[in-house]
């Protein structure tokens, strides 16, 4: 009995040492105010939209999506940072048939917003508001509100990984009733702070 206990012990003491050792070995990202990110994301979402028919009944349609979406931000406090993001996006499926499209839609899009980070032990944690405008064929033709949460995990001290995800709700512009949730299914991003 006495044996089981001196193990025990030993396995306590080693994974407090080892814990000890790991976040001694724990790199953190270096910003600040003045600090600048430079960096992006590739996503593929589902998309769905109601849509008001002209009987007064609603119509649920299902899209795909595949975005790049390159960022910039600047630090104005110790945690937080402007941003501002160019969005491209190319989408498939019903969403985009009923859409008047021949069942694809490629769009571009503007989000400008704040991203307030909380560090972490071994990342950093962030969640953000961003607004943006998307644009089809030259036209303005969506508006959007943008919920980014995520962690970046550093790689070195300029540069991380961002894993996340950027829920976002709109509202198409042409049909005053059209309005979607989009909510990612994959989703990796890369930051570089400098």
């Known amino acids: ?14 994974l407090c040492g080892g814990a000890s050792a790991a976040q001694a070995d724990v790199v953190q990202l270096r910003y600040g105010p003045g600090s600048m990110m430079l960096g992006g994301r590739a996503t593929f979402d589902i998309d769905t ?10 119509d649920t349609l299902t899209g ?16 937080l940072a402007l941003l501002g993001t160019i969005l491209v996006d190319y989408g498939f499926g019903d969403l985009y048939k009923e859409a008047g499209g021949q069942g694809k839609s490629k769009r571009a899009g503007l989000e400008l917003g704040l991203r307030y980070f909380l560090p972490l032990a071994a990342s950093e944690f962030y969640a ?3 607004f943006g405008i998307g644009v089809q064929d030259e036209d303005v033709d969506s508006t959007c509100l943008t919920l980014p949460l995520g962690f970046l995990i550093a790689l070195t001290p300029d540069l991380a990984l961002d894993l996340g995800a950027r ?10 009733d059209g309005k979607g949730l989009h909510v990612p299914i994959g989703y990796l991003g890369v930051q570089a702070i400098f």
Do not use: W
């Open 64 to 79: 795909y999506k595949f975005r790049l979406a390159p960022e910039l931000g600047y630090f104005v406090h110790d945690s």
């Open 1 to 14: 009995m006495s044996s089981a206990r001196l193990v025990a012990a030993l396995v306590l003491v080693g």
């Open 167 to 176: 829920i976002t709700y709109e509202t198409q512009e042409e049909s005053p």
């Open 128 to 130: 953000g508001l961003q």
């Open 49 to 58: 939209r109601t849509l008001a028919q002209a009987n007064g009944e609603e």
